[in-house]
């Protein structure tokens, strides 16, 4: 009896002693992972008061958003960098939910499982503990202002700073994680020979995709910081990084992604560097030394466009190493592998075309490029626009390995020399090209509140036709049917006149490799071996993004097969 109660004490005293490790080790990570703001000294102008006036504008001293004919809406903020953050939290605060709440959606959508969102939550809150360390002072005060505005109903996730910070590493960790497929822009300029007037053109696709929702609100941000270079860029409610934009010495900064290893610490994220070489740089090399001070978490390609140098090289950079590409023609192309010596993977250089979809993309754009020898803004709004497959073949409505992949958050044009750019409308870049002058936008800023109109009415790139046609129609029919496929998998429940509908998706996207997928995958859920084997063998005949997708289908096959 006596050995038995002594067990029984040891075991309590292991117990308890768990216990304590357990809460201790709760302790360290609430502790390390929680980001302080940055301190502020003049909290003054955080009593700052908006004026409405109308439901599509509304400004704070000189600053003011608007919401133009298109859909877009503009922003114009100055001054130091609490001010500015203020400022824009105030002037977006709608916005800033919306796109908030449009992400956690898609984020539930993608992870159904609340155990593991709870996982990734405290993985993510881990991995990006010291990221504050890798943002700039300027910049956090710019994000703490912002966050000012930000809703506390998603204080589950974090507090409203640390929560508007760690999204600015969205891009990074969604491309980082190559299977959920975020993220595969294509970009390319030309000058001199190359060009229709011999200036600097660049065109490029933001493919970052988080749902259809996300993209509905773009906000074209102008810029005119305490310190630096004025500046435009393409964002979204509570996003202070740059993604795509363009400086008032006629530099611009496009990313792209680049295949990467999954990171295990966090750095800066690319879009604060990038948002770093639009305020600071005025050149190629000086935006080259700028990336090269900071540490980031993933492979990009920084496509830069310069006035003053007359050309477009890119900036290839990984975790570890950096190297400037420049072309020896008069054009250059970035899809999303490196093509520099020192920085190119094997796994591209020695791949066959049809194994990569950024391998593929990149000789369509030369295909397209040799049929367009001398660039300008409607031949370069024509090439992002395109759908087709080498030698112009068809390969499905959303097919990654496309130009237009029908998923684009945004489509953009510049022309450095002159200080133009033009910013694609809803949806993806189908709707209008709308121009702004940036000389004409910050020399006028101030009077805005009476004119209201700051784009360059005259020089608006009209739609593409494929918005008007049927295949448009059929596109949009073709994602509601893959919606209730997706559905009906999820919850595991047989679809009404399954046939009919299967029938019609095939007729609304029949090149598309996914449309076979969707359907072999649920016929081999609910036991229709034959027909899944069916139509996996279908969509191998397809053109398929890359070639661990094809792997995956011939794994399904074996797997029914050999059961």
Known sequence: MHKIKKILKTLLKSVIILIIIILVLVVIFKITTKLNPPTIENTEIENLQTTQVDSSFSYIKNNWINRNKFGLWEMYIEGEAYERGIINGKLSKDLIYKQENAFVNQIKLMIPSESYLKFLKSFIGFFNRNIDKHVIDEYQKEIYGISKSASEKFNFITHNYQRILNYHAA?????????????????????????????????????????????????????????????????????????????????????????????????????????????????????????????????????????????????????????????????????????????????????????????????????????????????????????????????????????????AHHSIIFKPEELKVWVSTSPFQLGEFVCYNLNKVFNEADSIKESKVIYEADFTIPADSFLYSNNYKNFIRFKEIRTQIQSAIKTKTRIPEEDYLFNEIIEQNPDFFETYVYLGDYFRLFNMQDKAVLAYKKSLKMEIPNIYQRESIEEKIITIEEY
Not at 232 to 252: C, E, H
């Open 171 to 407: 891009h990074d960790i969604g491309h980082a994680l190559q299977n959920m497929n975020l993220v595969a822009c294509t970009a390319f300029s030309g000058w001199d020979s190359r060009s229709a007037d011999s200036s600097l053109i660049i065109g490029r696709n933001f493919d970052f995709y988080s749902g259809d929702e996300f993209a509905e609100d773009k906000i074209i941000l102008f810029c005119n910081p305490e310190k630096g270079y004025k500046f435009m860029i393409v964002t979204w409610g509570g996003m202070i990084g740059a993604t795509s934009g363009m400086n008032d010495q006629g530099l611009t900064v496009t990313l792209n992604a680049a295949k990467s290893d999954i990171p295990f610490g966090a750095a800066t994220p690319i879009s604060i560097v990038a948002r770093e070489i639009l305020q600071y740089a005025s050149n190629i090399d000086e935006a080259f030394e700028i990336a090269k001070k900071r540490k980031t978490f993933v492979s990009e390609s920084l496509f830069i466009g310069s006035a003053k140098d007359g050309r477009t090289a890119t900036i290839e950079k990984s975790p570890d190493n950096q190297a400037l590409l420049e072309s020896n023609n008069d054009y250059i192309i970035c899809s999303n592998h490196f093509q520099s010596t020192e920085m190119q993977k094997d796994e591209f250089a020695n791949a066959k075309i049809e194994d990569y979809a950024t391998t593929y993309r990149f000789n369509r754009v030369e295909e397209l490029l040799e049929q367009n020898q001398k660039l300008d803004i409607n031949s370069v709004a024509k090439i992002l626009r395109d759908q087709k497959g080498l030698n112009n073949e068809d390969i499905g409505m959303g097919n990654e390995k496309a130009i237009n992949q029908l998923i």
